[in-house]
């Protein structure tokens, strides 16, 4: 079955400095990946997504993500953090032999420091 | 274009009652999918519909229910409810009913005292 891990529900950092959001997912097939974004009271917004071709992937508001078949991987970085990055970050795979359902992760809350 | 739309942005209801929640998917988008959003964890599949036909169900309980009009939009109902159905529950559309892109709604949200 598949799954999708995020590693670390809450995470904390400076702003300015990396964010790093770990995602790793199971699955049997290749499938489609996506990072999704929720403020407060909110539905979510995707920030990028990965289908095929180029493994890293840029998104909004200078967030990327590379893709790592070997490692079943796909971690959201951004170089420098920014007070409106605090929210709710949602990793999330479709199995491309399969229908629209989404699998998510837990989601990892970030907080960014003054 | 306007993003995914639903209604009511919030309801309260009480055991018992039935609920019927309501989605218009993005222009030109012709599947439409719901997920239930509990506090604290990530949003669960329930249904995915696709040209008015069922594509995918989660695992849910039959007292959910939804269906998809000629026009795209969608309603899911909720029958009998309980405690446990209070949760955020949001709309997603894509073009197609296969694995695509979805774009989310700004969900709706249901207490169930």
């Known amino acids: 079955a598949q799954s999708v891990t995020q590693l670390g529900s809450h995470v904390s950092v400076s702003e300015g400095a990396l964010v790093l959001l770990r995602c790793n997912y199971s699955s049997s097939v290749p499938p489609y990946l996506f990072w999704y974004v929720q403020y407060p009271n909110q539905g979510l917004q995707l920030l990028l997504k990965y289908t095929t071709g180029a493994t890293l992937v840029k998104g909004i508001n200078g967030f990327e993500a590379e893709f790592k078949k070997s490692e079943t991987s796909f971690h959201l970085t951004k170089p420098s953090a920014h007070m409106s990055d605090a929210a709710e970050y949602f990793c999330a795979v479709i199995k491309t032999s399969n229908t629209g359902k989404l699998i998510f992760g837990q989601g990892t809350t970030l907080q960014v420091k003054p | 274009d306007a993003g995914v739309t639903q209604s009511p942005t919030h309801l309260i209801k009480t055991r018992g009652q039935q609920v019927t929640l309501r989605c218009s998917p993005i222009?030109?988008?012709?599947?439409v999918s719901w997920y239930q959003q509990v506090l604290g964890q990530g949003p669960q599949f329930i249904f995915q519909?696709?040209?008015?036909?069922?594509?995918g169900r989660g695992n849910f309980p039959d007292r959910f229910s939804a269906r998809q009009f000629p026009n795209y939009s969608s309603e899911l109902n909720v029958n009998a409810l309980l405690l446990g159905d209070s949760a955020l529950y949001l709309c997603?559309?894509?073009?197609?009913?296969?694995?695509?892109?979805?774009?989310f709604g700004p969900g709706t949200r249901l207490t169930v005292l």
């Open positions: 997603a559309s894509s073009r197609t009913g296969s694995p695509d892109t979805q774009y």
């Open positions: 222009s030109g988008h012709k599947s």
């Open positions: 519909y696709y040209e008015k036909e069922e594509r």
